[in-house]
T-cell receptor, first 116, second 111 residues
Framework: DADVTQTPRNRITKTGKRIMLECSQT?????MYWYRQDPGLGLRLIYY???????NKGEISDGYSVSRQAQAKFSLSLESAIPNQTALYFC???????????????FGPGTRLTVL | ELKVEQNPLFLSMQEGKNYTIYCNYS?????LYWYRQDPGKSLESLFV?????AVKQEGRLMASLDTKARLSTLHITAAVHDLSATYFC???????????FGTGTLLAVQP
Protein backbone atom coordinates (compact mmCIF):
# COMPACT_ATOMS: atom_id res chain seq x y z
CA ASP A 1 0.00 0.00 0.00
CA ALA A 2 1.15 3.53 -0.78
CA ASP A 3 2.61 5.51 2.12
CA VAL A 4 1.02 8.80 1.00
CA THR A 5 -2.43 8.72 -0.57
CA GLN A 6 -4.57 11.46 -2.05
CA THR A 7 -8.27 11.58 -2.84
CA PRO A 8 -9.76 12.21 -5.26
CA ARG A 9 -7.25 11.48 -8.01
CA ASN A 10 -9.17 13.48 -10.56
CA ARG A 11 -11.84 16.11 -10.11
CA ILE A 12 -13.73 18.38 -12.43
CA THR A 13 -15.71 21.17 -10.83
CA LYS A 14 -17.33 24.48 -11.72
CA THR A 15 -16.35 28.02 -10.88
CA GLY A 16 -17.56 29.04 -7.44
CA LYS A 17 -17.85 25.54 -6.00
CA ARG A 18 -16.18 24.52 -2.77
CA ILE A 19 -13.87 21.57 -3.07
CA MET A 20 -11.71 19.60 -0.66
CA LEU A 21 -8.66 17.53 -1.49
CA GLU A 22 -7.55 15.01 1.09
CA CYS A 23 -4.19 13.55 1.96
CA SER A 24 -3.40 10.66 4.27
CA GLN A 25 -0.07 9.13 5.22
CA THR A 26 1.11 6.03 7.01
CA UNK A 27 4.76 7.08 7.27
CA UNK A 28 4.33 8.53 10.75
CA UNK A 29 5.79 11.85 9.67
CA UNK A 30 4.94 15.06 11.47
CA UNK A 31 5.48 17.41 8.54
CA MET A 32 3.00 17.63 5.68
CA TYR A 33 2.84 19.91 2.66
CA TRP A 34 0.54 20.89 -0.19
CA TYR A 35 1.99 21.91 -3.56
CA ARG A 36 0.52 22.78 -6.91
CA GLN A 37 2.22 22.01 -10.19
CA ASP A 38 1.67 24.02 -13.34
CA PRO A 39 3.45 23.41 -16.65
CA GLY A 40 6.71 25.34 -16.80
CA LEU A 41 6.46 26.53 -13.18
CA GLY A 42 7.65 23.54 -11.22
CA LEU A 43 6.11 22.92 -7.82
CA ARG A 44 4.95 25.79 -5.65
CA LEU A 45 4.19 25.49 -1.95
CA ILE A 46 0.63 26.33 -0.88
CA TYR A 47 0.60 25.44 2.83
CA TYR A 48 2.64 23.35 5.20
CA UNK A 49 2.19 21.92 8.68
CA UNK A 50 4.86 20.79 11.10
CA UNK A 51 2.40 19.19 13.51
CA UNK A 52 -1.32 19.12 14.24
CA UNK A 53 -1.26 22.55 15.88
CA UNK A 54 1.07 24.22 13.41
CA UNK A 55 -0.16 25.55 10.04
CA ASN A 56 1.85 27.89 7.84
CA LYS A 57 1.26 29.67 4.57
CA GLY A 58 3.48 28.93 1.61
CA GLU A 59 4.22 31.13 -1.35
CA ILE A 60 0.78 30.88 -3.01
CA SER A 61 -1.80 30.45 -0.23
CA ASP A 62 -4.40 32.96 -1.48
CA GLY A 63 -7.66 31.23 -2.36
CA TYR A 64 -6.78 28.10 -0.37
CA SER A 65 -7.22 26.90 3.20
CA VAL A 66 -6.07 23.77 5.01
CA SER A 67 -6.98 21.60 7.95
CA ARG A 68 -4.70 19.21 9.82
CA GLN A 69 -7.19 16.80 11.34
CA ALA A 70 -4.60 14.40 12.74
CA GLN A 71 -0.92 13.63 12.34
CA ALA A 72 -1.81 11.45 9.37
CA LYS A 73 -4.33 13.71 7.61
CA PHE A 74 -3.96 17.07 5.91
CA SER A 75 -6.75 18.51 3.75
CA LEU A 76 -6.66 21.35 1.24
CA SER A 77 -9.81 23.35 0.49
CA LEU A 78 -10.71 25.72 -2.28
CA GLU A 79 -13.58 27.77 -0.84
CA SER A 80 -14.70 29.16 -4.20
CA ALA A 81 -12.87 27.53 -7.06
CA ILE A 82 -11.74 29.58 -10.05
CA PRO A 83 -10.37 28.42 -13.41
CA ASN A 84 -6.78 29.48 -12.70
CA GLN A 85 -6.73 26.96 -9.87
CA THR A 86 -6.77 24.24 -12.50
CA ALA A 87 -3.56 22.33 -11.77
CA LEU A 88 -2.01 19.14 -10.46
CA TYR A 89 -1.93 19.12 -6.66
CA PHE A 90 0.53 17.12 -4.61
CA CYS A 91 0.69 16.30 -0.94
CA UNK A 92 4.07 15.48 0.61
CA UNK A 93 5.44 14.43 3.98
CA UNK A 94 8.85 14.63 5.67
CA UNK A 95 10.50 13.94 9.00
CA UNK A 96 13.86 15.62 9.55
CA UNK A 97 15.29 14.34 12.84
CA UNK A 98 18.34 15.12 14.89
CA UNK A 99 21.54 17.01 14.26
CA UNK A 100 22.49 17.14 10.60
CA UNK A 101 19.07 15.93 9.54
CA UNK A 102 17.65 16.74 6.18
CA UNK A 103 14.19 17.36 4.85
CA UNK A 104 13.68 14.78 2.11
CA UNK A 105 10.04 14.88 1.11
CA UNK A 106 7.87 11.99 -0.04
CA PHE A 107 5.04 12.70 -2.43
CA GLY A 108 1.55 11.36 -2.94
CA PRO A 109 0.21 10.39 -6.37
CA GLY A 110 -1.37 13.77 -7.06
CA THR A 111 -4.86 15.11 -7.72
CA ARG A 112 -5.66 16.54 -11.11
CA LEU A 113 -8.16 19.36 -10.60
CA THR A 114 -10.01 21.08 -13.43
CA VAL A 115 -12.15 24.15 -12.72
CA LEU A 116 -14.54 25.02 -15.52
CA GLU B 1 14.81 34.86 -1.21
CA LEU B 2 15.99 31.50 -2.47
CA LYS B 3 15.59 30.98 -6.20
CA VAL B 4 16.38 27.81 -8.11
CA GLU B 5 17.02 27.66 -11.84
CA GLN B 6 17.39 24.60 -13.99
CA ASN B 7 18.67 24.36 -17.50
CA PRO B 8 17.92 23.26 -20.02
CA LEU B 9 14.15 23.21 -19.65
CA PHE B 10 13.83 20.66 -22.43
CA LEU B 11 16.41 18.18 -23.59
CA SER B 12 16.05 15.84 -26.53
CA MET B 13 18.86 13.38 -26.83
CA GLN B 14 19.69 10.20 -28.64
CA GLU B 15 20.17 6.89 -26.94
CA GLY B 16 23.77 6.26 -26.06
CA LYS B 17 24.69 9.92 -25.68
CA ASN B 18 25.84 11.75 -22.55
CA TYR B 19 24.44 14.99 -21.22
CA THR B 20 24.24 17.14 -18.10
CA ILE B 21 21.38 19.00 -16.45
CA TYR B 22 22.32 22.03 -14.36
CA CYS B 23 20.71 23.38 -11.21
CA ASN B 24 21.77 26.80 -9.93
CA TYR B 25 20.51 28.39 -6.74
CA SER B 26 20.76 31.86 -5.31
CA UNK B 27 21.52 31.57 -1.57
CA UNK B 28 23.68 29.39 0.63
CA UNK B 29 22.49 25.83 1.12
CA UNK B 30 24.13 22.44 1.50
CA UNK B 31 21.00 20.37 1.06
CA LEU B 32 19.92 19.54 -2.46
CA TYR B 33 17.54 16.91 -3.83
CA TRP B 34 16.89 15.46 -7.26
CA TYR B 35 13.49 14.02 -8.16
CA ARG B 36 12.14 12.23 -11.20
CA GLN B 37 8.58 12.57 -12.48
CA ASP B 38 7.08 10.34 -15.16
CA PRO B 39 4.16 11.80 -17.15
CA GLY B 40 1.04 12.00 -15.02
CA LYS B 41 2.83 10.46 -12.06
CA SER B 42 4.18 11.55 -8.71
CA LEU B 43 7.69 12.67 -7.85
CA GLU B 44 10.21 9.98 -6.98
CA SER B 45 13.28 10.82 -4.94
CA LEU B 46 16.51 10.10 -6.82
CA PHE B 47 19.35 11.66 -4.87
CA VAL B 48 19.95 13.50 -1.62
CA UNK B 49 23.12 15.62 -1.57
CA UNK B 50 24.12 16.89 1.85
CA UNK B 51 27.53 18.54 1.61
CA UNK B 52 29.96 20.32 -0.66
CA UNK B 53 31.55 17.85 -3.06
CA ALA B 54 28.88 15.20 -2.52
CA VAL B 55 28.50 12.79 -5.41
CA LYS B 56 25.85 10.11 -5.75
CA GLN B 57 25.41 7.59 -8.56
CA GLU B 58 22.60 5.25 -9.49
CA GLY B 59 22.83 3.41 -12.77
CA ARG B 60 23.32 5.87 -15.62
CA LEU B 61 22.65 8.92 -13.43
CA MET B 62 25.20 10.75 -11.33
CA ALA B 63 24.51 13.84 -9.23
CA SER B 64 27.00 16.21 -7.66
CA LEU B 65 26.90 19.31 -5.49
CA ASP B 66 29.22 22.33 -5.36
CA THR B 67 27.94 24.55 -2.56
CA LYS B 68 30.51 27.25 -3.20
CA ALA B 69 29.35 27.67 -6.78
CA ARG B 70 25.72 27.05 -5.70
CA LEU B 71 25.48 24.47 -8.45
CA SER B 72 24.35 20.88 -8.76
CA THR B 73 24.62 18.74 -11.85
CA LEU B 74 22.78 15.62 -12.94
CA HIS B 75 24.87 13.74 -15.48
CA ILE B 76 23.36 11.16 -17.78
CA THR B 77 25.65 8.53 -19.22
CA ALA B 78 24.74 6.54 -22.33
CA ALA B 79 21.09 7.52 -22.19
CA VAL B 80 18.35 4.95 -22.72
CA HIS B 81 14.68 5.51 -23.49
CA ASP B 82 13.63 4.52 -19.95
CA LEU B 83 15.30 7.67 -18.63
CA SER B 84 12.73 9.85 -20.42
CA ALA B 85 11.00 11.87 -17.68
CA THR B 86 10.99 15.29 -16.06
CA TYR B 87 13.79 15.87 -13.57
CA PHE B 88 13.51 18.41 -10.77
CA CYS B 89 16.11 19.72 -8.40
CA UNK B 90 15.01 21.16 -5.06
CA UNK B 91 17.08 23.18 -2.62
CA UNK B 92 16.47 23.23 1.11
CA UNK B 93 16.61 26.64 2.63
CA UNK B 94 15.70 28.83 5.57
CA UNK B 95 14.96 28.10 9.18
CA UNK B 96 12.00 25.91 8.29
CA UNK B 97 13.91 23.68 5.83
CA UNK B 98 11.41 24.27 3.07
CA UNK B 99 12.22 22.95 -0.38
CA UNK B 100 12.30 25.33 -3.32
CA PHE B 101 11.92 23.52 -6.62
CA GLY B 102 13.42 24.30 -9.99
CA THR B 103 11.09 24.44 -12.98
CA GLY B 104 12.14 20.98 -14.13
CA THR B 105 13.94 19.57 -17.16
CA LEU B 106 11.91 17.47 -19.57
CA LEU B 107 14.22 14.79 -20.92
CA ALA B 108 13.23 12.91 -24.07
CA VAL B 109 15.54 10.12 -25.13
CA GLN B 110 15.06 9.17 -28.77
CA PRO B 111 15.95 5.75 -30.16
Amino acid sequence: DADVTQTPRNRITKTGKRIMLECSQTKGHDRMYWYRQDPGLGLRLIYYSFDVKDINKGEISDGYSVSRQAQAKFSLSLESAIPNQTALYFCATSEPTGTGSYNEQFFGPGTRLTVL
Amino acid sequence: ELKVEQNPLFLSMQEGKNYTIYCNYSTTSDRLYWYRQDPGKSLESLFVLLSNGAVKQEGRLMASLDTKARLSTLHITAAVHDLSATYFCAVEGGATNKLIFGTGTLLAVQP
